[in-house]
């Protein structure tokens, strides 16, 4: 058996855990919550600029707590940050950030392809 072949046996098997399958449910219940977030913080900041990053968390209330620079890396990671304050703070049940973000991410890539 290839290396190829090794590898994706091994993903299979991940993927049929219990455990994994309860997180990818928990992702998918999540990303209902979080396509309309997405697309609300994305048609605030249709060019991802610094100035547009800040109106968004303003209108939405929620304090920069630490300065952002004026890099597309760090406007992406605030705008993932303000998604996931606010997906959490819809969510009803506590959930891992990571899981949240997970779903998140999938509903960027989603909003981006249909556009």
């Given at each position: 058996m290839?290396?190829?072949?090794?590898?994706l046996q091994k993903v299979v098997a991940l993927f049929h855990k219990?455990?994994?399958e309860a997180a990818f449910n928990t992702v998918a219940q999540i990303l209902v919550i979080a396509e309309p977030i997405v697309a609300a913080i994305a048609a605030l900041t249709p060019g991802?600029?610094?100035?547009?990053?800040?109106a968004a968390y303003a209108a939405y209330g929620i304090?920069?707590?630490e300065t952002?620079?004026?890099?597309p890396a760090a406007t992406g990671n605030a705008l993932l940050n303000l998604a996931?304050?606010?997906v959490m703070k819809t969510v009803k049940t506590p959930t891992s950030t990571s899981?949240?973000?997970?779903a998140i991410q999938i509903?960027?890539?989603a909003l981006k392809a249909s556009a």
């Open positions: 290839n290396f190829a072949q090794t590898f219990p455990a994994v991802g600029t610094l100035a547009e990053v800040l304090p920069v707590v952002i620079a004026d890099n996931t304050t606010l899981i949240v973000q997970t509903a960027v890539t």
